[in-house]
């Protein structure tokens, strides 16, 4: 018997008809992802599922480490065979985590395989079965994408990036799916590690052919290239932090500030949490100006693991969640903007489960009437997409907000086969609907809620997001 069923998470009819009738028929906008423009523009077939799959997935790496894998068998030089059978090990003893769901959707939508459950006595079919379909037409990272109904995808982009590749697939007559850059610049802000920074400052001089000898000569930089990204049809910046920066500075001090790092010396924690409300509100400037999107990611605490930060680097699943404080510095730092009214569009994003009512109560403090849910709760984001993560935040935005407004999911991925979870995201959102309708909380009027549903999980963020696609036919 297939586990992924037709009415996979779907518990009662209501839930059944938003999902069959409404979700499932929706494209995907799929507006953050970390995904490589290479590998779309080259049309990259991978030669095993263990490249498709395991590579760069810091999510499965955590649970195979917790399982008990050795590292050599993960990010090591084992065999890409090793590598997936040590993952089959892995996954029955899954269950209760969103990898156990989220394996078993690709395998049925992608791979056809919705009546086989990953296991060491399934490993070498499995296996078998994906590697041959890997190498077909089928297969290719753009045949993919259609089949997935993509038809907006953004990576995620440094400011010194040269978007080769996104400027040859805005040329690609070919290739239907749009491909945007985002404007990432965490980098400029991380002032205090001296070493990176000015190597960083180095490779923006060079892109921008500015000698930066001050803090106002970085923010021009920074808008040399915030253009250049305008032009590559970018419309959405992304910035990360653990907290919200709002500290008060002077522009004679983020210059000192800037000089300082610039001749390698020791920047304070209060330097550079100064430095850093600096460029996240420049940057955030720009994107008013131009009518893009921001994007604020709140409540990483990376690389935790020294040894093994020095031994693999930064994303490879040794980040958590922070418990910091965030209200009071976010309050400031949106007040700044709104008040000079230069507050862009903004989608926030809260790692800390704790923090749902504190963001959703937040956003209510800045919309302005402007257009419909100017400020965003964004999706359940990375330790919370799970089921239960997923609809902590729903309710949190439900009750606090406009959830007709919502726009809807976004994967945060590295595979190219992640796009299930927006059906898994789209089967929540269609059961917590669907059941306060079977438990008479809500009016059984399918066309109202059912474009409700076909909103949040499409049209709202092509609305939102004036990005100027048009929408295709439902598929």
Same mark, same amino acid.
């Given at each position: ?17 938003? &999902?069959?009738?409404?979700?499932? !028929? ?14 779309? %523009? ?27 894998i050795s590292e050599q068998l993960i990010t090591g030089n084992a065999s890409d065979r090793e590598k997936?059978?040590?993952? +089959? ?21 992608? %791979? ?18 994906? @590697? ?37 697939l805005g040329q690609d007559q070919e290739n239907p799916i749009r491909v945007l850059p985002t404007f ?5 802000? +991380? ?29 021009? +930089? ?37 000089? !300082? ?12 949490? #100064? ?29 935790? *693991? ?34 000079? @009214? ?22 209510? *403090? %800045? ?18 997409? #799970? ?37 898994? %995201?789209?089967?929540?959102?269609? *059961? ?11 009016? +059984? ?18 609305? &939102? ?8 036919e439902r598929l």
């Amino acid at each position: 018997m297939a586990f992924i069923t037709e009415d996979f998470l779907l518990q009662n009819e209501p839930a059944r008809v938003l &999902y069959h009738d409404y979700a499932a !028929k929706m494209p995907l906008y799929d507006f953050h992802s970390h995904l490589d423009p290479s590998a779309i %523009f080259n049309n990259r077939k991978f030669s095993t599922i263990t490249q498709a799959w395991l590579s760069g997935d810091h999510y499965k790496w955590r649970a195979m480490r917790t399982h008990g894998i050795s590292e050599q068998l993960i990010t090591g030089n084992a065999s890409d065979r090793e590598k997936f059978d040590a993952w +089959a090990r892995t996954m029955p003893y899954c269950i209760g985590n969103p990898l156990y769901h989220w394996t078993h959707l690709e395998l049925a939508r992608l %791979f056809h395989k919705p009546e086989t459950l990953l296991s060491p006595h399934s490993a070498d079919e499995i296996y078998q079965h994906c @590697n041959s379909l890997l190498g077909t037409d089928d297969f290719s990272v753009r045949s993919i994408l259609s089949r997935m109904k993509v038809v907006l995808l953004c990576t995620t982009d440094d400011p010194v990036d040269s978007l080769e590749f996104h400027m040859k697939l805005g040329q690609d007559q070919e290739n239907p799916i749009r491909v945007l850059p985002t404007f990432r610049p965490d980098k400029a802000r +991380a002032v205090a590690l001296t070493d990176d920074y000015n190597e960083w400052i180095d490779k923006l001089e060079h892109a921008t052919h500015i000698r930066i000898t001050g803090s106002e000569l970085l923010v021009e +930089a920074l808008l040399k290239r915030h253009n250049y990204f305008h032009e590559a049809g970018c419309r959405i910046s992304d910035h990360a932090m653990e907290v919200p920066f709002a500290e008060t500075y002077t522009d004679k001090e983020v210059d000192a500030i800037f000089k !300082k790092s610039r001749k390698h010396q020791t920047v304070s924690c209060e330097e550079a949490a #100064q430095f850093q409300t600096f460029i996240l509100y420049e940057c955030a400037k720009m994107d008013a100006e131009k009518e893009w999107t921001m994007q604020l990611h709140i409540g990483a605490l990376r690389n935790n *693991n020294s040894r093994r930060f020095n031994e693999l680097g930064s994303d490879t699943g040794f980040d958590s969640i922070s418990d910091a404080p965030i209200a009071r510095p976010l309050a400031r730092f949106l007040d700044s903007l709104a008040k000079e @009214n230069t507050l862009p569009r903004t989608i926030l994003y809260a790692l800390d489960p704790a923090k749902n009512e504190t963001i959703a109560t937040m956003l209510g *403090n %800045f919309q302005d009437g402007s257009q419909k849910g100017k400020m965003q709760f964004g999706a359940a984001w990375w330790f919370n997409d #799970q089921k239960d993560g997923i609809e902590r935040h729903l309710t949190a935005l439900s009750g606090l907000g406009l959830l007709s407004g919502f726009v809807g999911m976004s994967t945060d991925s590295r595979s190219f086969l992640s796009f299930p979870r927006h059906e898994y %995201f789209r089967r929540i959102l269609c *059961n917590m609907v669907g059941t306060m309708i079977a438990k008479g909380e809500l009016p +059984a009027d399918f066309p109202l809620i059912g474009k409700i549903i076909e909103d949040i999980s499409f049209t709202n963020s092509k609305n &939102y997001l004036k990005i100027g696609i048009l929408e295709p036919e439902r598929l």
